[in-house]
């Protein structure tokens, strides 16, 4: 087993990752894309963890979380296909209806 | 039966026919309304005679008596029953007014004979007789201020009779507010005096005055000058006398009974009834008086020159009551009382004959247009100058003997009350030439159009303007009827004025000075407790007093001839002459004027400020501003909501980081 | 029993909302049954009158409360389901039984849109009124003055004319204001009076351990707001003339003979015996109020040109009466306002209601432009309108007279020169209800003004209600009688005392 530094470096790594992506991109299916490696970069770290303490909490943890990831998925990418087939723009920055 | 049951029975009278008269107002038929009105005054007529025989039948010191029905307020501190005090002075009043009340009713019935709004004349005149029997009766202050309001309003809902004539509308709420402010001024009168004395009923206060409070203290002069508020509004004294001449809008008959023999000498009675407290406040009884000789002296020039009829006699009744107020104001109670009684006949006549001559003008009230009536009116002509010789104060005339005795008794004060009797003097030789005035440009001359018209046997007939607006009038409400009535054709409308012109001319024999003495002795019970009880002219002051008052009657009567029979063009060339003076007094000494510009003006400006600029401006202000504050607040906080999601994410993680490094670093 | 007749009406309320069939026609059964209701209230207030001892001669309680139920409903927080009737709330009780009675059968004689919720606002309004008049327990009369809001604000907000949402929207806040500022005093004066570490709202153990002078005077304040805001007075007044031009008729009535005297007797039960020491202390600002509250209202009134805004700034200039004569701090001056609340509840009502006859023989609109001469073919309806409006300007003669005579009496062995000014709004009252009836009913006939008599239905509202004003006027006593006693118990000792 290397050292558990490595592996929640690499988290780290990949979630800033996903969050520059969800800052910055602007096509929703992109951002789903690093929504998802956000997700699996705590994933990771939760893993890690798991092997760390030798517990399984991390690890069942993990596949709820998975399950989560799914369900939002599902959620996403029917609002996108929403989106698309009613030739709205797939451009997040002009869905803005919900401003004060 | 006893004097107070007597009491009761006057007051229910009337109040019980105005009620029947109401409540059938569709069912009366003809003059049936009529006939109920005059019977209920009559059979209060007849149970003040009763009140009179029962009381005359105690001794002189057991003639006050009160009588009282039920608890009307009794709470902490004020104690008020609704009862009467029968003494001789309210069976005086009593007398008068139910009696010549009683014939103006009779008089009505013809004349007011097809107007639409009969049954709810004679409901209206009941219910004024029975209000003022009710102010008379009154055995304490709370019942006379309830007696004097309703008078008031029986008095607004009469001259706003004829309720679709906007002159009669305004005429009746000038009259109506007026009436108010002397009400206001009761009101804090009779607290003050509950205050001090702790009671409001007749007998317990007047006995309670002399120790509660000092001679001419302030309290007590406050308290008599707010009871002249009162009594100066209700009897038309200056300066609260603007609303009197406007009353005539109403019916004739009304302005007989109301305003002249009965409404307006109910603040001369108040004078008289509180007597005990003037003389506690001599300033009060002497600004009273000033203000009696000079509102006497001021209505006389003004009726000098008015030209309509009605108004004439409107100013002449203001003069006289300034002799009544002068009268009672100086002490002269039972000759104060006296001319109450024969004004009250020659000043109801004289109404009722004009109301003939009105009716037989088809409406018109202007003396421009009359002359020469005396042939085609005869008995109306003999009245009017009946009525005329005793208003002049024509020797021997009742009008002679009680005016005389009120400047006698001035003389008799002597010292600063000579001014007064030389007011009066001048007063009366005025009384005498617009008097006469009246019956020589009414009557005497070439007859005009009407007049010959009538002597054919026609009555005139036009469709009726409003005299003062000159719009035609509107005659569903009845104004004036379609048909009119004179007393040449209506007996109804004889037989009350030959009685008051029997009266006018002989009544003054009861009171002639150190001959008779029925008013004095009669009123004396009253009166017992004044400190001028036994104050008399001399024989020598009362001869020079007669023969100078006889002297300015005769005067004033041959200058009115002059003028106006003898030199026709005169008063043209007067008026020409003294066009200022002229003004001046047609113009009513400007009192309307400055009351519009002192009070009317600013109150309606007042108003408008009110509701436009203040309420707008700082009421909604309050609500307009407080939402504006809220909407600023709500335009900063805005700006963070923008719509666009990775925005929120921005801030979300910003929050986050920032969280995980303040507990990083606080762990540290 | 008294907890009957404040929730009857509610059951009144539920009973024509739920009844089947109730919502057709307008809503003519719903109405019929929440009248039923109504006059069963009616009934049992008058039966409370009748039963009522007056408390002379022969022991009565040490409070001086009849009908008394005290339940221990929140010991937590010390509150008491405590209500009872005195002398004071007696006749407030009876005066809203009949004006609601009144507004229910006016209503029920016309349609309205969702008529089962129109009734059953209606009806929530009364016991909540009724309520709060019945309260002995400081939360519970909070709670109540609040519910009194929540039916006004559909009444006026669903079934009110044009601007309705924004003469509601001003109505509620300036209420909710004033409501809160007096739920954070009744709060604390709930919990800084607690003694021996018990807390309890109970009226009779407020009064018993009254707080220190300072304390008091804020809580004053704020209970004042409140109630000031409620009658209105001057210059808390701002949601008057838009809340009473947008509410139906039958709200209407019921806002300005009612709601308002909630205020006036909030004053009377809760701020005087509770804060004593403050009621002396800003006896002098409470009487500047009134007196501004009269001389303002009445220049309002007699400058109006809709006859419902002459009548709704008169109610300022008559609630200003109100308020001087409690704040005479005499038992005249109490009685006085006492009587006058009654009697003011029983002429708006009928005038409100004649203005709603006068607007519509004059095409839909109270402008008194618009009317004129309409006394010409409705004798009975002149008639009445005429004795309602003597009575509105206290003509002697009338009960209205008799009260205001009372406060003038209290008032000027107080200080004397309010008095006087008083007197100026005496006459001004004169002045805009003569105005009132002459522009509407004298005068020629205005173009577009048709004059008819009132109906048999209209008369059924209006000659009762006249009739009790007539019957007062003969015998004002049957109020002052019953409601002495209960000045003497509910006014402090030291207050009078001081006078």
Known sequence: MMDIAWYLVLSAFIFCIGVAGVLTRRSPLVILICLELMLNAGNLALVAFSKMTGNGDGQIFALIVMIVAAAEVVVGLGVIVAMFRNRLPMDVDQMDELHG | ?????????????????????????????????????????????????????????????????????????????????????????????????????????????????????????????????????????????????????????????????????????????????????????????????????????????????????????????????????????????????????????????????????????????????????????????????????????????????????????????????????????????????????????????????????????????????????????????????????????????????????????????????????????????????????????????????????????????????????????????????????????????????????????????????????????????????????????????????????????????????????????????????????????????????????LVVRPMTRLGQAASRTFERVVIDGVSQGAAMVVRAGNSLVRVAQSGIVRYYALALMTGVTALALYFLIAAK | MLSILIFLPLAGGIAAALWPGSGEHGGRRAGYVSLLFAMTTLGFAIGLILDFDAGFGGISNVTGLQHVTDVNWIPQLGIHYKIGVDGLSLFMIALTTLLWAGATAWSSFREWPKARNYYLMLALGETAVLGAFCAQDLALFVLFFDLMLVPFYFLIGIWGGERRVEATTKFV????????????????????????????????????????????????????????????????????PDAYRAAPTPVLVVLSGVLSKVGAYGFLRIALPIYPDAAVQFQELLLVIALVSILYGSVMAFSQNSATLVVAYSSIAQLGFITLGIFSLRPEGAQGAILQMVNHGLVVAPLFFIIALLAARAGGTDDLRRMGGLAFRAPVLAALFLIVALATLAMPGSANFAAEFLILNGVLKAKIVYAIVAGAGVVFAAVYMIRLFQRSMHNPLARGAESRDMTLTDGVVLVPVVLVILALALYPQFVLHRSQNAINTSLPREILIIR
């Open chain 2, 1 to 597: 039966m006893t004097a107070t049951a007597f009491g009761w029975l006057v007051l229910a009278f009337p109040l019980a026919g105005s009620i029947t008269i109401a409540l059938g107002f569709r069912q009366w038929r003809g003059r049936t309304a009529g006939w109920i009105g005059s019977g209920a005054i009559g059979l209060a007529f007849a149970s003040s005679i009763g009140a009179l025989i029962a009381l005359q039948s105690r001794s002189p010191s057991q003639r006050a008596l009160t009588s009282s029905l039920w608890n009307y307020i009794a709470t902490e501190g004020v104690n008020v029953k609704l009862g009467i005090l029968v003494d001789p002075l309210a069976v005086f009043m009593c007398l008068v007014v139910s009696g010549v009340s009683f014939l103006i009713h009779v008089y009505s019935v013809a004349y007011m004979d097809s107007d639409r709004g009969y049954s709810r004349y004679f409901s209206y005149l009941n219910f004024f007789v029975f209000s003022m029997l009710l102010l008379v009766l009154a055995g304490n202050f709370f019942l006379l201020i309830v007696g004097w309001a309703f008078v008031g309003f029986a008095s607004y809902a009469l001259i706003s009779f004829w309720y679709r004539r906007r002159t009669a509308v305004r005429a009746g709420i000038k009259a109506f507010v007026i009436n108010v402010v002397g009400d206001v001024g009761l009101v804090i009168a009779a607290i003050l005096i509950q205050r001090d004395t702790g009671a409001l009923d007749f007998p317990a206060v007047f006995a309670r005055a002399g120790s509660v409070w000092h001679h001419n203290e302030w309290v007590i002069v406050a308290i008599c000058l707010l009871i002249l508020v009162g009594a100066f509004a209700k009897s038309a004294q200056i300066p609260l006398h603007t609303w009197l001449p406007d009353a005539m809008e109403g019916p004739t008959p009304v302005s007989a009974l109301i305003h002249a023999a009965t409404m307006v000498t109910a603040g001369v009675y108040l004078i008289a009834r509180t007597h005990p407290l003037f003389e506690l406040a001599p300033t009060a009884a002497d600004i009273s008086a000033a203000i009696g000789a000079l509102t006497l002296f001021f209505a006389g020039t003004v009726a000098l020159v008015v030209t309509d009829l009605k108004r004439v006699i409107a100013y002449s009744t203001i003069s006289q009551i300034g002799y009544m107020v002068m009268g009672v104001s100086i002490a002269a109670y039972s000759a104060g009382m006296f001319h109450l009684m024969t004004h009250a006949f020659f000043k109801a006549l004289m109404f009722m004959a004009a109301g003939s001559v009105i009716a037989a003008m088809a409406g018109t009230q202007d003396m421009d247009r009359m002359s020469g009536m005396r042939r085609a009116m005869p008995f109306t002509s003999v009245a009017f100058v009946a009525a005329a010789l005793a208003l002049a104060a024509f020797p021997g005339t009742s009008g002679y003997f009680s005016k005389d005795d009120i400047l006698a008794f001035a003389a008799e004060r002597g010292s600063g009350y000579w001014i007064l009797y030389v007011v009066g003097t001048v007063g009366a030789l005025m009384t005498a030439i617009y008097a006469f005035r009246m019956i020589f440009r009414v009557f005497a001359g070439e007859p005009n159009e009407e007049a010959r018209e009538l002597e054919h046997g026609h009555l005139a007939h036009a469709e009726p303007v409003n005299p003062l607006t000159g719009e035609p009038e509107d005659t569903d409400v009845g104004f004036p009827g379609p048909e009119h009535h004179i007393a040449e054709r209506e007996a109804a409308m004889r037989a009350p004025m030959t009685l008051l012109a029997v009266l006018s001319i002989v009544a003054g024999v009861i009171q002639i000075p150190h001959v008779t003495d029925v008013v004095t002795d009669f009123l004396a019970p009253t009166f017992a407790d004044s400190r001028f009880a036994d104050v008399e002219p001399s024989v020598g002051l009362s001869v020079l007093t007669l023969a100078l008052g006889a002297l300015m009657s005769l005067s004033g009567i041959a200058i009115a001839y002059l003028v106006w029979v003898r030199r026709p063009g005169t008063s043209a060339q007067l008026v020409a002459r003294f066009r200022r003076t002229h003004d001046f007094l047609i113009h009513k000494w400007y009192f309307d004027e400055a009351y519009d510009l």
């Open chain 3, 173 to 240: 806040i300036y209420t909710l204001v004033g409501s809160f500022l007096m739920l954070a005093g009744a709060v604390a004066t709930g919990i800084l009076s607690a003694h021996g570490g018990h807390v309890s709202f109970v009226l009779s153990d407020l009064r018993a351990h009254p707080l220190s002078k300072g304390t008091q005077e804020w809580i004053f304040l704020f209970f004042a707001a409140a109630f000031l805001v409620k009658m209105p007075a001057f210059p808390l007044h701002g949601w008057l």
